[in-house]
């Protein structure tokens, strides 16, 4: 961190509950992981957060996305086209000494990566399906399965989830898109942060598109 950013900004070091549970992830800067959260390779972009009892596997998160408790991204899928659907069958080293990890079937798991943009707010209990793409911007709805891609800045809700409306007009979302404002260095940021409060959404393009610092 620079000198100017130590000027302004807190301690930049990810935030883990001591109950969470981590394997294989990587945390970026200011990343805050909740109270008994699980998660299982899994990239965590800039100052995203896990709220309580959340879990993802197989997952890339971009920076500033809310994730509420009890969310579950990437569902565990079971392989119902074999005799049994039970994890006896691709965790059989849990019951039998000499039985291992079916290999093919977890990689099977991790070729159906989700994939989640920056500024994406998930919702309390909402399901993230295996394989899915959310955009920038996206807003899954408190207790949905979305079992499709979903746009950037488009809200979506329900079982399964549907689209309920845009955010922004397509016009402001792409001018967004192009400010590409979650990659902005800390100082920046934080003197942006009294106008996101205050400015209506074009007031705040205008005077931040012209902004080169």
Known sequence: MDRSEDLVAKDPEPRIHPTAEMKGCKLGRYAAIGERVVLREVIVGDFSYFERHAEAIYTTIGKF??????????????????????????????????????AAFRER???????????????????????????????????????????????????????????????????????AWW?????????????MQAMPIEAFLDRWENDAV
Request: glycine residues 8%; hydrophobic residues 45%.
């Open 183 to 195: 990659d902005w260095p800390v100082e920046k940021l934080a003197r942006a942060v009294p106008d």
């Open 65 to 102: 996305c809310s994730i509420a408790a009890n969310s579950r991204i990437n569902a565990l899928e079971h392989p119902i086209e074999r005799l049994t659907q039970h994890k006896v069958s691709y965790r059989p080293n849990e019951y039998f000494r000499w039985l291992g990890v079916d």
């Open 109 to 179: 798991r991790r070729s159906k990566a989700v994939t989640i943009g920056h500024d994406v707010w998930i919702g309390h209990g909402a399901v993230i399906l295996p394989g899915i793409a959310i955009g920038n911007g996206a807003v899954i709805g408190a207790n949905a399965v979305v079992t499709r891609d979903v746009p950037s800045y488009t809200i979506v809700a329900g079982v399964p989830a549907k689209p309920i409306r845009l955010r922004f007009a397509p016009e402001i979302a792409a001018r967004i898109e192009a400010l």
